[in-house]
T-cell receptor
Framework: EAQVTQNPRYLITVTGKKLTVTCSQN?????MSWYRQDPGLGLRQIYYSMNVEVTDKGDVPEGYKVSRKEKRNFPLILESPSPNQTSLYFCASSFGGSAGGHETQYFGPGTRLLVL | DQQVKQNSPSLSVQEGRISILNCDYTNSMFDYFLWYKKYPAEGPTFLIS?????DKNEDGRFTVFLNKSAKHLSLHIVPSQPGDSAVYFC????????????FGAGTILRVKS
């Protein structure tokens, strides 16, 4: 089954404790992205990757890191989480890593993070 | 400043009637628009899209209308069904940055049976 998976689905942590949210897709997509969803703000892009070893900042990258060592995986790293990073996080992927054009993005099920 | 706005946080409709969800945008460079549907505890799923060269796109019970001069699009669901109850997100992108989607805040649709 074609899908985007995220782990963990739910996470409660404390301020400053490093954490990683994994994202994996089995559709051989070039493009992958992380979003956060907050009430009244919709989904905002954190980081994206056009292909392996190619990553760039989205609209709200502060406090996050990413890496893309393999095509299928795109982990989101919070080096020192803070309460304002409490949110619902979605990973997404699509074909077409090159700039230009429109491709449908497929989303993972989400990771709900609470930072105390 | 939000470039994509969904001004109605929620909408309640009777089963069998029409649901109309609205979306406004400010960036005139946007040329592709999408609607995503989201159920609780799931990720958004693609519903329907429209290119700026069209003013209407239809897929079964779902129709999206685009009014470029007003920078406005709407999603019509006819007839509405209880299973349509979900959060609907409007999104937009530019051809040059095709994969970069800008989302609205979402509208919660409740279809009452």
């Amino acid at each position: 089954e074609a899908q985007v998976t995220q782990n963990p689905r739910y996470l409660i942590t404390v301020t400053g404790k490093k954490l990683t949210v994994t994202c994996s897709q089995n559709m051989n997509h070039e493009y992958m992205s992380w979003y956060r969803q907050d009430p009244g703000l919709g989904l905002r892009q954190i980081y994206y990757s056009m292909n392996v070893e190619v990553t760039d900042k989205g609209d709200v990258p502060e406090g996050y890191k990413v890496s893309r060592k393999e095509k299928r995986n795109f982990p989101l790293i919070l080096e020192s989480p803070s309460p304002n990073q409490t949110s619902l996080y979605f990973c997404a992927s699509s074909f077409g890593g090159s700039a230009g054009g429109h491709e449908t993005q497929y989303f993972g099920p989400g990771t709900r993070l609470l930072v105390l | 400043d939000q470039q994509v706005k969904q001004n109605s946080p929620s909408l309640s409709v009777q089963e069998g009637r029409i649901s109309i969800l609205n979306c406004d945008y400010t960036n005139s460079m946007f040329d592709y628009f999408l609607w995503y549907k989201k159920y609780p505890a799931e990720g958004p799923t693609f519903l329907i899209s429209i290119s700026s060269i069209k003013d209407k796109n239809e897929d079964g019970r779902f129709t999206v209308f685009l009014n470029k001069s007003a920078k406005h699009l709407s999603l019509h669901i006819v007839p509405s069904q209880p299973g349509d109850s979900a959060v609907y997100f409007c999104a937009a992108s530019e051809w040059e940055y095709g994969n970069k989607l800008v989302f609205g805040a979402g509208t919660i649709l409740r279809v009452k049976s």
